[in-house]
C-alpha cells in the first residue's frame, strides 16, 4: 500500500529553522517526483518544493527560494524540506505527495499520492 507520511513540524520563532520529512513507503522513490506543498487557513494549497526521484532535479515556488532546500533520500525512501530563515507567513500546514515520473507534467501539477500533513507555526 503508498503511504506517504509527514514530520517534523512544529512551533518555530520567526527566524529559526525545522526540518520536514516524508516518509514514503509501496513504491520506489527513483521513480517518482515529490512535492511540498502548503495550506494556510483560508488559502488556496500552494506548491513549495519538488524533486526527481530520478535525476534529483529540484523546483522551488520564489516566496522559499533561498530559505528552503529539498533533498531525498533513496535509500531511506525519505524527502526532506529544510527551512531556514522562517517567516510568520510560512505557517501552513505542509503535504507531501508524489506523482509517478512519466506522469509528472509540471513541477507543481497533479500529484497522484498525498500524505496527511503537518503544522507548521512560526510565531513569537
Known amino acids: 500500500q503508498l503511504q506517504l507520511v509527514e514530520s517534523g513540524g512544529g512551533l518555530v520563532q520567526p527566524g529559526g529553522s525545522l526540518r520536514l520529512s516524508c516518509a514514503t513507503s509501496?513504491?520506489?522513490?527513483?521513480?517518482?517526483?515529490i512535492g511540498w506543498f502548503r495550506q494556510a487557513p483560508g488559502m488556496e494549497r500552494e506548491g513549495v518544493s519538488c524533486?526527481?526521484?530520478?535525476?534529483?532535479?529540484?523546483y522551488y515556488a520564489d516566496s522559499v527560494k533561498g530559505r528552503f532546500t529539498i533533498s531525498r533520500d533513496n535509500a531511506k525512501n525519505t524527502v526532506y524540506l529544510r527551512m531556514n530563515s522562517l517567516k510568520p507567513e510560512d505557517t501552513a500546514v505542509y503535504y507531501c505527495?508524489?506523482?509517478?515520473?512519466?506522469?509528472?507534467?509540471?513541477?507543481?501539477?497533479?500529484?497522484?499520492?498525498w500524505g496527511h500533513g503537518t503544522q507548521v507555526t512560526v510565531s513569537s
Open positions: 505527495a508524489a506523482v509517478p515520473i512519466s506522469r509528472w507534467s509540471a513541477p507543481f501539477g497533479k500529484y497522484d499520492y
Open positions: 524533486i526527481s526521484g530520478s535525476d534529483g532535479s529540484t
Open positions: 509501496g513504491f520506489t522513490l527513483d521513480y517518482h517526483a
